[in-house]
Nanobody
Framework: QVQLVESGGGLVQPGGSLRLSCSAS????????WAWYRQAPGKQRELVATITNNGRKNYEDSVQGRFTISRDNAKNTVYLQMSSLKPEDTAVYYCNTDSSLFPWGLGTQVTVSS
């Protein structure tokens, strides 16, 4: 059974940083393009960043230059390093493949507030 577990969220002040982790079990992350998504209150889930199997990365315009997606195939984990956080980054963050292939995890809450 495939399970995605996101962690690393929390409350941070504007300008701060967080590192999110996504641990996958029941599958190997190798061979898939992975993505981070987020869903703010009252809004639809949106794609934030993607990473291909060979490490090519793409970002949504609002996070370009502030967020970095990475993957550690040996640890079966995908990461999202977030810096220069803004209040509008507040959301629940999820990981999945770029085609949302697997069941969604519970996500991890990121709150950016002073």
């Amino acid at each position: 059974q495939v399970q995605l577990v996101e962690s690393g969220g929390g409350l941070v002040q504007p300008g701060g940083s967080l590192r999110l982790s996504c641990s996958a079990s029941g599958i190997t992350i190798i061979g898939y393009r992975w993505a981070w998504y987020r869903q703010a209150p009252g809004k639809q889930r949106e794609l934030v960043a993607t990473i291909t199997n060979n490490g090519r990365k793409n970002y949504e315009d609002s996070v370009q230059g502030r967020f970095t997606i990475s993957r550690d195939n040996a640890k079966n984990t995908v990461y999202l390093q977030m810096s220069s956080l803004k209040p509008e980054d507040t959301a629940v963050y999820y990981c999945n493949t770029d085609s949302s292939l697997f069941p969604w995890g519970l996500g991890t809450q990121v709150t950016v507030s002073s």
